[in-house]
Protein backbone atom coordinates (compact mmCIF):
# COMPACT_ATOMS: atom_id res chain seq x y z
CA UNK A 1 0.00 0.00 0.00
CA UNK A 2 1.66 3.14 -1.45
CA UNK A 3 -0.92 5.64 -0.98
CA UNK A 4 -1.64 8.73 2.00
CA UNK A 5 -3.34 8.22 4.59
CA UNK A 6 -6.11 7.87 5.83
CA UNK A 7 -7.29 6.57 2.38
CA UNK A 8 -4.03 3.76 2.87
CA UNK A 9 -6.28 2.43 6.33
CA UNK A 10 -9.30 2.41 4.18
CA UNK A 11 -7.99 0.27 1.33
CA UNK A 12 -6.26 -1.98 3.80
CA UNK A 13 -9.27 -2.81 5.24
CA UNK A 14 -10.60 -3.80 1.97
CA UNK A 15 -7.74 -5.50 1.18
CA UNK A 16 -8.05 -7.72 4.27
CA UNK A 17 -11.53 -8.65 3.72
CA UNK A 18 -10.99 -10.17 0.46
CA UNK A 19 -8.40 -12.41 2.57
CA UNK A 20 -5.15 -10.43 1.65
CA UNK A 21 -2.27 -9.62 3.76
CA UNK A 22 -1.66 -5.66 3.49
CA UNK A 23 1.83 -3.96 4.19
CA UNK A 24 0.86 -0.13 4.73
CA UNK A 25 3.54 1.37 3.36
CA UNK A 26 2.33 5.83 2.82
CA UNK A 27 5.09 6.92 0.46
CA UNK A 28 3.44 9.91 0.11
CA UNK A 29 1.61 12.48 3.46
CA UNK A 30 -1.11 14.79 2.64
CA UNK A 31 -0.67 18.76 4.08
CA UNK A 32 -3.50 20.84 3.80
CA UNK A 33 -3.12 24.32 3.08
CA UNK A 34 -4.57 26.84 4.84
CA UNK A 35 -3.95 29.74 3.58
CA UNK A 36 -5.87 28.81 0.22
CA UNK A 37 -7.45 31.91 -1.24
CA UNK A 38 -11.15 31.02 -1.46
CA UNK A 39 -13.11 33.39 -3.84
CA UNK A 40 -16.48 32.09 -4.58
CA UNK A 41 -17.74 35.25 -6.25
CA UNK A 42 -19.34 34.07 -9.60
CA UNK A 43 -18.77 30.47 -8.91
CA UNK A 44 -21.33 28.77 -9.97
CA UNK A 45 -20.41 25.02 -9.13
CA UNK A 46 -17.42 22.64 -7.64
CA UNK A 47 -15.12 20.11 -9.44
CA UNK A 48 -12.81 17.66 -7.15
CA UNK A 49 -10.79 15.10 -8.46
CA UNK A 50 -9.72 13.28 -4.91
CA UNK A 51 -11.49 12.78 -1.90
CA UNK A 52 -8.47 14.92 -0.21
CA UNK A 53 -9.72 18.10 -2.03
CA UNK A 54 -12.93 17.58 -0.63
CA UNK A 55 -11.45 17.47 3.00
CA UNK A 56 -9.52 20.37 2.52
CA UNK A 57 -12.04 22.58 0.96
CA UNK A 58 -14.70 21.77 3.58
CA UNK A 59 -11.97 22.35 6.31
CA UNK A 60 -11.61 26.00 5.08
CA UNK A 61 -15.45 27.02 3.85
CA UNK A 62 -18.43 26.40 5.39
CA UNK A 63 -20.32 26.78 2.22
CA UNK A 64 -22.40 23.58 1.11
CA UNK A 65 -24.79 25.09 -1.13
CA UNK A 66 -22.81 24.52 -4.56
CA UNK A 67 -23.12 22.08 -7.19
CA UNK A 68 -20.71 19.65 -7.18
CA UNK A 69 -18.96 17.58 -9.69
CA UNK A 70 -16.57 14.55 -8.93
CA UNK A 71 -14.38 12.43 -10.66
CA UNK A 72 -15.47 9.36 -9.48
CA UNK A 73 -17.89 7.85 -6.70
CA UNK A 74 -15.73 7.83 -4.27
CA UNK A 75 -15.23 11.13 -4.50
CA UNK A 76 -18.76 11.70 -4.79
CA UNK A 77 -19.46 9.92 -1.54
CA UNK A 78 -16.75 11.86 0.07
CA UNK A 79 -18.58 15.31 -0.77
CA UNK A 80 -22.02 13.71 -0.03
CA UNK A 81 -20.00 13.16 3.82
CA UNK A 82 -19.34 16.99 4.29
CA UNK A 83 -22.86 17.78 3.53
CA UNK A 84 -23.15 18.61 -0.31
CA UNK A 85 -26.40 18.41 -1.01
CA UNK A 86 -26.07 18.55 -4.81
CA UNK A 87 -23.11 15.97 -6.70
CA UNK A 88 -22.79 14.33 -9.28
CA UNK A 89 -20.31 11.78 -10.06
CA UNK A 90 -18.34 11.12 -13.33
CA UNK A 91 -17.55 7.90 -12.90
CA UNK A 92 -14.19 7.83 -14.46
CA UNK A 93 -11.56 9.56 -15.39
CA UNK A 94 -10.50 13.54 -15.66
CA UNK A 95 -11.91 13.48 -19.14
CA UNK A 96 -15.37 12.65 -17.83
CA UNK A 97 -15.09 14.94 -15.41
CA UNK A 98 -14.20 17.78 -17.98
CA UNK A 99 -17.39 16.20 -20.08
CA UNK A 100 -19.24 16.28 -17.33
CA UNK A 101 -19.02 19.95 -16.72
CA UNK A 102 -19.64 21.18 -20.34
CA UNK A 103 -22.76 18.93 -20.14
CA UNK A 104 -24.22 20.12 -16.87
CA UNK A 105 -22.67 23.67 -16.00
CA UNK A 106 -24.40 26.59 -16.93
CA UNK A 107 -21.74 29.17 -18.97
CA UNK A 108 -22.24 32.47 -16.89
CA UNK A 109 -20.08 31.29 -14.06
CA UNK A 110 -16.93 29.67 -13.12
CA UNK A 111 -16.04 26.31 -11.86
CA UNK A 112 -13.76 26.55 -8.70
CA UNK A 113 -11.57 22.96 -8.95
CA UNK A 114 -10.13 22.61 -5.36
CA UNK A 115 -7.55 20.08 -5.76
CA UNK A 116 -3.64 19.38 -5.48
CA UNK A 117 -0.56 22.11 -5.27
CA UNK A 118 0.69 19.86 -8.26
CA UNK A 119 -2.45 18.14 -10.54
CA UNK A 120 -1.78 15.02 -12.10
CA UNK A 121 -4.04 16.68 -15.20
CA UNK A 122 -4.94 19.74 -16.17
CA UNK A 123 -9.24 20.21 -15.86
CA UNK A 124 -9.40 23.60 -16.89
CA UNK A 125 -8.03 22.40 -20.46
CA UNK A 126 -9.71 20.01 -20.98
CA UNK A 127 -13.28 21.96 -20.35
CA UNK A 128 -12.26 24.94 -22.18
CA UNK A 129 -13.45 26.78 -23.91
CA UNK A 130 -17.34 25.74 -23.01
CA UNK A 131 -16.73 25.82 -19.46
CA UNK A 132 -14.28 28.38 -17.23
CA UNK A 133 -12.44 26.17 -14.90
CA UNK A 134 -10.59 27.46 -11.86
CA UNK A 135 -8.24 25.29 -10.06
CA UNK A 136 -7.23 26.15 -6.66
CA UNK A 137 -4.74 24.49 -4.41
CA UNK A 138 -5.66 23.28 -1.10
CA UNK A 139 -3.59 20.78 -0.13
CA UNK A 140 -0.20 19.27 -1.22
CA UNK A 141 1.72 15.48 -1.00
CA UNK A 142 5.18 15.16 0.19
CA UNK A 143 7.06 12.17 -0.36
CA UNK A 144 7.28 10.47 3.29
CA UNK A 145 10.88 8.74 2.86
CA UNK A 146 9.71 5.61 3.60
CA UNK A 147 11.08 2.98 2.42
CA UNK A 148 9.72 0.41 0.07
CA UNK A 149 9.77 -3.36 2.73
CA UNK A 150 12.06 -5.72 1.57
CA UNK A 151 9.62 -8.51 0.66
CA UNK A 152 5.68 -8.10 -1.00
CA UNK A 153 4.09 -9.37 -3.96
CA UNK A 154 2.14 -6.32 -5.33
CA UNK A 155 1.92 -2.98 -4.88
CA UNK A 156 -1.33 -0.74 -5.34
CA UNK A 157 -0.70 2.66 -7.10
CA UNK A 158 -3.41 5.22 -6.73
CA UNK A 159 -1.70 8.31 -7.90
CA UNK A 160 1.05 9.59 -10.36
CA UNK A 161 2.70 11.02 -7.75
CA UNK A 162 3.19 7.52 -5.77
CA UNK A 163 4.32 6.18 -8.79
CA UNK A 164 6.92 8.49 -9.06
CA UNK A 165 7.72 7.98 -5.43
CA UNK A 166 7.94 4.42 -6.28
CA UNK A 167 9.70 4.33 -8.93
CA UNK A 168 12.45 6.77 -6.88
CA UNK A 169 12.87 3.72 -4.44
CA UNK A 170 13.21 1.02 -7.25
CA UNK A 171 14.63 -0.85 -9.51
CA UNK A 172 12.11 -3.92 -7.89
CA UNK A 173 12.53 -7.56 -8.75
CA UNK A 174 9.78 -8.26 -11.28
CA UNK A 175 7.11 -7.89 -8.84
CA UNK A 176 3.24 -6.89 -9.95
CA UNK A 177 2.64 -3.45 -9.78
CA UNK A 178 -1.27 -3.03 -10.00
CA UNK A 179 -2.46 0.84 -11.27
CA UNK A 180 -5.54 2.80 -11.31
CA UNK A 181 -5.11 4.29 -14.79
CA UNK A 182 -2.76 4.63 -18.03
CA UNK A 183 -1.53 7.82 -16.48
CA UNK A 184 -0.26 6.42 -13.50
CA UNK A 185 1.54 3.73 -15.29
CA UNK A 186 3.02 5.87 -17.68
CA UNK A 187 4.38 7.59 -14.10
CA UNK A 188 5.66 4.48 -13.11
CA UNK A 189 7.58 3.91 -16.58
CA UNK A 190 9.64 1.23 -17.88
CA UNK A 191 12.73 -0.01 -16.14
CA UNK A 192 11.03 0.28 -12.42
CA UNK A 193 11.26 -3.84 -12.81
CA UNK A 194 7.73 -4.48 -11.96
CA UNK A 195 5.27 -6.13 -13.59
CA UNK A 196 2.51 -3.23 -14.70
CA UNK A 197 -1.27 -4.38 -14.33
CA UNK A 198 -3.96 -1.34 -15.29
CA UNK A 199 -7.16 -1.67 -14.00
CA UNK A 200 -9.77 -1.97 -16.11
CA UNK A 201 -11.62 1.47 -14.95
CA UNK A 202 -9.89 4.29 -12.50
CA UNK A 203 -11.55 3.41 -9.61
CA UNK A 204 -10.34 0.98 -6.59
CA UNK A 205 -12.81 -1.63 -6.93
CA UNK A 206 -11.65 -2.32 -10.30
CA UNK A 207 -7.97 -1.64 -8.93
CA UNK A 208 -8.08 -4.87 -6.22
CA UNK A 209 -9.88 -6.75 -8.80
CA UNK A 210 -6.65 -6.90 -11.20
CA UNK A 211 -5.07 -8.60 -7.65
CA UNK A 212 -6.45 -11.29 -8.93
CA UNK A 213 -6.52 -14.19 -6.35
CA UNK A 214 -5.30 -13.73 -2.41
CA UNK A 215 -1.83 -14.80 -2.41
CA UNK A 216 0.24 -11.39 -2.21
CA UNK A 217 1.47 -9.38 0.43
CA UNK A 218 0.70 -5.97 -0.51
Given at each position: MTRAEPGAARTADRLTALKFTPVVRPLLAVHPI?????????????????????AAFAAL????????????????????????RSVRSAGGALADLAALLIAEVPRDGWVLAPGAQEPA???????????????????????????????????????????????SRGPFAGQVAVVLSAAVAGALGDGSGLEIRVAASPDESALLAALGKPAHRV
Open positions: NDAPLDLDAVSALAFTSQNGVSPGRDLPVFTVGDATAEAARGQGFGDLSAMASPAIRVRAVPVYETRDTGVAAPEVFDAVLVHSARAALALR
